[in-house]
């Protein structure tokens, strides 16, 4: 009439719900101070002063200030950042966006309206540099000299 | 064998039917066990301690979120199995723990799914399903690397199971919570003003995971943990990892 379950104690093995989905919001009228971490996203409403770091996306909202040094793997702005930012993948400064620090990224995208206030530095580009066109520009001259010199002699 | 901790709410005629049915599906699984009834000042842990020592294997819980907190919160200390049956209104962990409201709880027993839980602790004691810091002027420093802090009043809730309703004017909001993932989460929400009739305003919240967290103040604050109520002028909330053995179902919600 009742089914009878197996007096031994299953061990359940569970893959534990990784951290990294966990969303990390500062509020608006909250001030972080310190070296602001975490796995997971993070979404700054409030100030924040030393450093930020995550290596998921990070959210600044419009009215948010950060103080600090940033670092995350996307990005995307709309507050104000003093300080280096240091994005991996994409960064995405809407209209509101304000930038007073150097800004190292892989994607940039920005807003008409978004203010920058620092230096630029995305990896990828292959355009030759001085050095290289003035060396090319010897070797041409040098060989045209060469061809000069040859038809004198013939 | 089994023990069997009844919370005295159950002694009202309108549970016996339930209680009654109860038994009767626990002696047909063969799993029926010693029945103590708790009264208000009974001291779970000595009471858990005590039947371990008489070769008790199971500590079943039958009750509500207060008596899970209750009994657990003294009790995390003692390495035994434990399991719950959530009899009653108020009983929102069973539902994160996937054990059914009322007699189909006996059918989540008797097929002993066992994990071990996370949960919290502060100043020597622990909590399961969550801590409550009422409004007060508090300073919260997470992990010895970043520190929290408001201009006015903030409220902190620390989560570790329970999952937590902010009831603003107008609507509900529930935010999710991720149990047992290895970290628990604080909301911190700060006073904006009092409106009308002294009526706090509440911002919104700030939701920071931790491992470990020190709140202090200048003056004493209330702590609500699991239940129980008392005053500190500094706490340290710190996550037992795998603290406690328990049966479980298998609609939990981790």
Redesign the interface.
């Known amino acids: 009439?009742?089914k009878?379950?197996p007096?031994?104690?299953?061990?359940?093995e569970?893959v534990?719900?990784?951290?990294d989905?966990?969303?990390?919001?500062?509020?608006?009228?909250?001030?972080?101070?310190?070296?602001?971490?975490?796995e997971?996203n993070i979404v700054v409403?409030?100030t924040v002063t030393?450093s930020v770091k995550t290596s998921k996306m990070l959210t600044v909202e419009n009215g948010a200030k950060i103080f600090a040094n940033v670092r995350a793997e996307n990005a995307v702005v709309s507050g104000a950042i003093k300080g280096n930012v240091k994005v991996v993948e994409r960064l995405e400064l809407t209209e509101t966006a304000q930038i007073s620090g150097d800004i190292d990224c892989k994607i940039l995208s920005v807003a008409p309206g978004a203010l920058i206030l620092g230096k630029v530095v995305m990896k990828g580009i292959s355009l030759p540099d001085d050095s290289e066109r003035s060396e090319k520009k010897k070797l041409f001259g040098k060989i045209k000299s060469e061809d000069a010199d040859e038809l004198t002699a013939e | 064998m089994y023990v069997y901790l009844y919370d005295n709410f159950l002694r009202e005629k309108k549970y016996d039917a339930i209680i009654k049915a109860m038994e009767t599906r626990l002696t047909?699984?063969?799993i029926a066990g010693k029945i103590i009834r708790l009264q208000n000042f009974t001291d779970a842990q000595a009471i858990v301690e005590d039947e371990i020592k008489r070769g008790a294997t199971t500590v079943v819980i039958v009750g509500d979120d207060e008596t899970f907190g209750h009994v657990l919160s003294r009790a995390a200390t003692c390495e035994v199995?434990f399991g719950f049956l959530p009899v009653g209104s108020d009983n929102s962990i069973a539902d994160v723990l996937g054990i059914p409201v009322g007699v189909e709880a006996c059918n989540t027993l008797?097929?002993?799914?066992?994990?071990k839980l996370d949960v919290g602790w502060f100043n020597n004691r622990y909590f399961v399903s969550r801590l409550h810091i009422p409004p007060s002027k508090i300073t919260v420093e997470y992990d010895e690397?970043?520190?929290?802090?408001?201009?006015d009043k903030m409220e902190l809730i620390v989560c570790n199971l329970r999952p937590y309703e902010w009831l603003s004017v107008g609507k509900k909001e529930t935010y999710t919570i991720?149990?047992?993932?290895?970290?628990l989460?604080a909301f911190?929400?700060?006073i904006?003003r009092e409106g009308w009739l002294r009526r706090q305003v509440f911002?919104?919240?700030?939701?920071?995971?931790f491992e470990e967290m020190i709140v202090s103040s200048k003056s004493p604050f209330v702590v609500e943990a699991d239940g129980k109520q008392s005053k500190e002028i500094k706490i340290k909330i710190k996550l037992a990892r795998k603290r406690i053995e328990m049966v479980?179902g298998k609609e939990r919600r981790?």
Do not use: C, I
């Open positions: 009439m009742f009878t379950y007096q031994q104690a299953v061990d359940v569970r534990r719900v990784v951290s989905d966990v969303d990390t919001v500062v509020g608006p009228s909250v001030k972080v101070e310190g070296d602001f971490a975490s997971g409403k409030g030393g | 047909d699984f063969g199995l008797s097929r002993r799914r066992k994990v690397k970043f520190q929290v802090s408001a201009q991720h149990p047992q993932d290895g970290k989460e911190l929400r700060p904006s911002e919104e919240p700030s939701v920071f995971p479980v981790f």
